[in-house]
Structures are given as structure tokens and as C-alpha cells.
């Protein structure tokens, strides 16, 4: 399969959107990660923005820089949001207000507690009435998701497809059991074809393939704990626009990524 | 015009009986899976599978226990379909049959105790696991190794119209060539979240839900799992196939339909495009009928806008509860059924239909040949799935 990246984003510490993260990725400058601090995404009307947990915000601002450079807006193209755990703030809300005595649960974090809600959010905001697929694979959950794009816009014709991968750090009490300290978001605006963007080809690999990892030893721990960072060696290549080909591990099966020069 | 996927095997477990035939048997005998529950004192009808305490997940797999599991256990050991999936694993390979299945809670009721236990002493206990019970992705990953498939695994999670669009997606899998044949299906289980989280919403029935009654009062929880096989091949002259699918956002709000159905429109509107048949041809339409005042008004426009108001209709959801992540699965297959053997299941307790709807709602067994049945399924977040099933020309 192949397909055109047109548009890119990304929101993790030390890397808070596409163009000031890029020098880092390219390998130009030393990933300084910091704290992320409170992310506000762009197209949240105020009520929504107010209710919406970091989660939605998160991912949204991702998608919001990926989509730039969708012009004009297209309301009617599919979207992917692919996370291994989705909301994890939210849900220990809730299983904290059910473990007290009376059990609670408040009607809007109930609404909001789907692994969905950044892609329901996300229509709200853009008016978008396309197929909306919200996924998780595991430690995989971002080819997962780059797969699920691309049969989108190669099965049923789509011209451009939306991805968005993300996972947020753990709250403390999940920590031991699933051990992620730092947030990671990213989204890459797909076509079909054309001549705008880099072009990117997935094909399946021997299992016995080696998953390409970062360079940098910062990003390389971050890519190997958070499953959204498993992006990060294709943001890389992107960012240095270097032609690069990728393996990334999928179970217990292998796919190859072909990244070619920017148009 | 997409090329149709047969389901060449299919199992599923829930409220009203083990395996295809004991859901039939229930549909005839008019048996519905609902019943008073009470849990740490929230009291609701609800409708819940007996006997998952003592399903036991095999061999290395007991990592995987949970109730949602061993819920897919069940439904996995029921039908022969592990072996029907055995003998695909013949005819294609491991590493070309890929698992497309849905869940929206996973392993939550598990997690909920987890919690429970921590406010005593402070932290998760340290037996408490999360890739293999509470990770959404536990129940792809219990599954393929399950049946030892070896194809892509994805975990579509979009609230209520997750299993419907673990068949879409399998579909387009197969079309790009990833895989030669799917595992689909959903598994949802009850758990406190979602029992106290539709209270708060004021969305839950007093008694057993009444989808599209007069006196409709709110939707009633219930736990499925339902798997089937998809193949482009069919394997017996009788197979249903999957003949179109269509998917869409509400872009309107979390949780209240789009007052003029627009994405509910748009899904049955692709489907219908997508399988190449005309809105008229449709014999029976399965509702996502949730039961609540303003998802069955919305839904009423949205069928009569796109199909018309003579196609019967009836809703499940009195018969198996809501099985949410499930219920896409679970009535697609209930749609096999009435489509193999020639029924069109009534809307149970449903007694007098609200007459401000204009669907032709089903409240009296009718016994019919049927060709080509369509099937709704609505979502939190505005999403939307509708699937086409019948028999291939």
C-alpha cells in the first residue's frame, strides 16, 4: 500500500508542535524533554474545552497541526485515532468515585469515558461527518492505526485520511502496572496520491526483522515506553527529509515502511 | 460496489442462550435475557450471562482471566467455531487471518475491584495485571492466541458502534489484501462503570426497555460476545455474506443523536451504496432501537428517510439488553438467523409502538422469507455504523 504524508504533528515534553520539534528529530539539536504543562487544543469551543480531559486536548492539537495543511477543510474525510490505553486520568476518576461508599458516577465523565471521545470531539469541532475509527493495539497501536489509514484510502477510495496516535503518561496509581511517564501525540494528514508531501509505501517484513530504533538515546527511551512514540523513527526521517526505510514490529509479525523524498 | 464477505462461521453467547441454536430456540419461544439485578445498590434490569464463573481461560492463557474473557471463551468453545476456524487456518495460513474485534470496557470490573482493594491499602495489588485483562487490546490479543492466528489484530473501540465496524474494517482489510480471511466480533460485559454511568445520565429503564414504545423509558444494560468468520469465499451454498457497510460522525454531540439524523443517514445511505442495492430491496432492518425517548426518535427518521416507513424494523435490545461494544456483532448475527431461517424477530416488550414513529415496528413474530436485512448501530461520540447482510446474488 502506499500513500503521500501530507501534513504532520506532533505534541510530547521538549517537543510541543511539528516546526520547533523538527531540529530536535532531525538529530540538529539534544531532545530537552521538561515538563509538557496543561496543552490546549486550537478547535475546542469553550464549554467543550473546559469538560474535555488532557487526553482530548492532547490528541486534537496534534490532529489541528496535521490538518493545516488540509486545504480547503475537508468535512467528509475518514479519521484514525489509535491509542494502546486512551483516557487513563479520566478513567482513575472514575474507578476511584465507584470504589467509594455509595458508588458515583458522574454523567459526564461517564459520556466522556469511550475511547472515542477525541474522535467525537474532534467531529464537534470540524464539522467532519466522516468514518471515524477510534482503535488500540497495544504496544503496536501506532502501525495499527497507520494500517487502518491506509486501507481507508486504498479499499474505499478515500483521498485523504486523518491519523492520530497518542498516549498519555500514567496517573500514579497505574504507574507500576503499566509504566509510561511521559505523554506523546502525533498525526499525519495521508493522500491518497498527488504530488504534494513525502511519499510512503508498508509492505509486510520477515518477523525476524529488526524494528528500527532512534538514534538519540533520549528519544529512543521514549519511543520504547510510550506506544505512540513508536512514531518517533519515522518523525525522524521526516523531519531530517531523509528516504529511509523502516521496520516496525506488529505482534508478532513485522511491516516495513518505505519513506521516499518530499515532493 | 464492494465485493461480498461470507460468514462462514459464526458463534455467539449471551442473555438468552450458548451458541446460534439456543438463541433461536429463545427467539421462537419468545424468551427474553432480561432480569432484575441489584449491585452495591444501584437496582436495574439488566441482562447477564450465567455461569461465566466457571469458564476457565486454557492453559498459559489464564493471564487473560477476566469476566469480559472468559465471556469470548464461552462463545469461542460454542458453535464448533474453533474449528471452523481451524480449518481456514488450513486453507489460508496462520499469518493471512487477521482478528478485527471490539469491546468498549475490556477487563473493567476487574479493574473497579482493583480500585476497591487500593482505597483500602493505598496502591493496586500486586496480582493486579493490565495488558492482559484491562488494555482494550487484551481481548485481540486473548483471541489470537486463542486460535492461534497470526494476521493483523486490531481492537475497534467506538462505544456502541464498535462491532459493527470491526466488520468494515475486516472487510477493508481483506480488499487491500492484508489478510484472506477475519476473525470479527465484539465482547462487552457489565461492570459498574457503565451501570452507574447510564443511572447518572438518567438513560436506564425503570423495568425491562421497550424500544420505540408509546411508554419508552430508557435503555436496559446487557454482556455478549459474538464472533463470526470472514471469508471472501463461501464455504456452503447457505452462507450470509456481508454486502455493504457504511460508517459517518454526527459531528453534533457526545452523547445526544443529531436532531435530524444527519449521521445515522449517512451510514445507512453508504451502506446501501456501498452494497449496490436500493434502499427498497432492504426485507428487514435491525434497529439500533436503544430504547431511550430521543435515540429511537432520531433513529425513526433516519430509517424513514432512507428506507421508508413499509420495510419491517424491530429492535433486539429487549431481548438481549444493550451489549454495547457487542451489540453491532450480536444483531448482525441475530440477522443471520432470521435471514437463514425465514423470521423476523419481534420488538419484545413492546407492546403499543409510539405512534408519532413511522418505522413498521415489529411486535408480533412474522414468519417470512428474507433476503437482505439491514442493521443500525449508533454510538457515544456521534458515531455511526450501519451493515448490509443477505444472500449474494
Known amino acids: ?263 | 460496489m464492494m465485493h461480498p464477505h461470507f460468514l462462514t462461521a459464526s458463534t455467539l453467547v449471551s442473555a438468552i442462550g450458548r451458541g446460534r441454536e439456543a438463541t433461536l430456540r429463545a427467539l421462537h419461544e419468545e424468551r427474553g435475557g432480561l432480569a432484575p439485578i441489584e449491585v452495591d445498590g444501584l437496582a436495574l434490569h439488566a441482562a447477564t450471562v450465567d455461569g461465566l464463573d466457571e469458564v476457565a481461560l486454557p492453559g498459559e492463557l489464564a493471564r487473560f482471566d477476566c469476566r469480559n474473557h472468559r465471556l469470548a471463551e464461552a462463545a469461542l468453545a460454542t458453535d464448533a467455531f474453533e474449528a471452523r476456524v481451524a480449518a481456514a487456518v488450513a486453507r489460508h495460513g496462520r499469518e493471512r487471518i487477521g482478528v478485527f474485534l471490539a469491546t468498549s470496557t475490556s477487563g473493567m470490573w476487574e479493574t473497579e475491584d482493583a480500585y476497591r482493594a487500593a482505597s483500602a491499602t493505598g496502591a493496586l495489588a500486586a496480582d493486579f495485571t493490565w495488558k492482559t485483562t484491562h488494555q482494550l487490546s487484551a481481548l485481540s490479543d486473548f483471541v489470537r492466541l486463542r486460535l492461534g492466528l497470526g494476521g493483523p489484530a486490531v481492537l475497534i473501540s467506538t462505544a456502541c458502534s464498535s462491532s459493527a465496524k470491526a466488520f468494515a474494517s475486516a472487510a477493508r482489510y481483506i480488499d487491500a489484501g492484508l489478510c484472506d480471511a477475519a476473525v470479527v466480533g465484539g465482547v462487552d460485559s457489565l461492570c459498574r462503570n457503565t451501570m452507574f454511568g447510564f443511572h447518572s445520565l438518567e438513560l436506564t429503564a425503570a423495568g425491562p426497555c421497550r424500544p420505540f414504545a408509546q411508554d419508552r423509558d430508557g435503555m436496559c444494560l446487557g454482556e455478549a460476545a459474538a464472533f463470526a468468520l470472514l471469508e471472501s469465499e463461501a464455504q456452503d451454498a447457505g452462507d450470509i455474506a456481508l454486502l455493504g457497510y457504511g460508517e459517518s460522525a454526527d459531528a453534533h454531540h457526545m452523547s445526544t443523536p443529531h436532531p435530524e439524523a444527519a449521521g445515522a443517514r449517512l451510514a445507512m445511505h453508504r451502506a446501501l451504496e456501498r452494497a449496490g442495492i436500493g434502499a427498497e430491496r432492504i426485507d428487514y432492518i435491525n434497529l439500533h432501537g436503544t430504547a431511550t425517548p430521543s435515540n429511537d426518535a432520531a433513529e425513526d427518521l433516519a430509517v424513514t428517510a432512507e428506507i421508508g416507513t413499509a420495510t419491517p424494523a424491530s429492535s433486539t435490545k429487549g431481548w438481549t439488553g444493550h451489549t454495547l461494544g457487542a451489540a453491532g456483532a450480536v444483531e448482525a448475527l441475530i440477522c443471520t438467523l432470521a435471514l437463514e431461517h425465514g423470521f423476523i424477530p419481534p420488538t419484545l416488550s413492546t407492546r403499543q409502538v409510539d405512534r408519532t414513529l413511522r418505522c413498521d415496528i415489529v411486535t408480533e413474530r412474522r414468519e417470512r422469507p428474507i433476503n437482505l436485512a439491514l442493521n443500525n448501530s449508533f454510538g457515544f461520540g456521534g458515531n455511526n455504523c450501519t451493515l448490509v447482510l443477505g444472500r449474494s446474488a
Open chain 1, 1 to 263: 500500500m502506499r500513500c503521500q504524508i501530507e501534513g504532520v504533528g506532533i505534541v510530547a515534553p521538549g517537543l510541543p508542535d511539528w516546526s520547533s520539534a523538527r531540529p530536535c528529530l532531525a538529530g540538529d539539536s539534544i531532545w530537552q524533554p521538561g515538563a509538557l504543562g496543561r496543552v490546549v487544543a486550537p478547535d475546542l469551543p469553550r464549554t467543550e474545552a473546559r469538560r474535555a480531559t488532557q487526553v482530548v486536548h492532547l490528541s486534537m492539537t496534534a490532529a489541528a497541526q496535521a490538518m493545516a495543511a488540509a486545504e480547503p477543510p475537508d468535512t467528509a474525510m475518514p479519521s484514525v485515532w489509535s491509542s494502546a490505553d486512551g483516557d487513563l486520568i479520566g478513567l482513575e476518576r472514575t474507578c476511584l468515585a465507584l470504589a467509594e461508599d455509595p458508588p458515583w458516577a458522574s454523567p459526564h465523565r461517564f459520556q466522556n469515558s469511550v475511547h472515542n471521545t477525541p474522535a467525537g470531539y474532534w467531529s464537534i469541532a470540524t464539522g467532519c461527518r466522516g468514518p471515524s475509527t477510534a482503535l488500540a493495539g497495544g504496544g503496536d497501536s501506532f502501525v495499527a492505526g497507520l494500517v487502518e489509514a491506509m486501507t481507508l484510502l486504498t479499499a474505499d477510495g478515500a483521498e485523504r485520511c486523518l491519523l492520530v496516535v497518542y498516549d498519555e503518561a500514567s496517573p500514579p496509581t497505574l504507574e507500576r502496572v503499566r509504566p509510561v511517564a511521559e505523554s506523546f501525540a502525533t498525526a499525519l494528514l495521508l493522500r491518497a496520491d498527488g504530488n504534494v508531501g513525502t511519499p510512503l509505501e508498508l509492505r509486510k517484513a520477515p518477523a525476524s526483522a529488526t524494528p528500527t530504533a532512534c538514534e538519540d538515546a533520549g528519544l529512543e527511551r521514549l519511543r520504547a515506553t510510550n506506544p505512540a512514540a513508536r512514531a518517533l523513527p519515522l518523525l525522524c526521517a521526516l523531519a531530517a527529509g531523509r528516504a529511509q526505510t523502516l521496520v516496525l514490529p506488529w505482534n508478532d509479525t513485522a511491516y516495513e515502511l518505505q519513506l521516499g523524498e518530499s515532493a
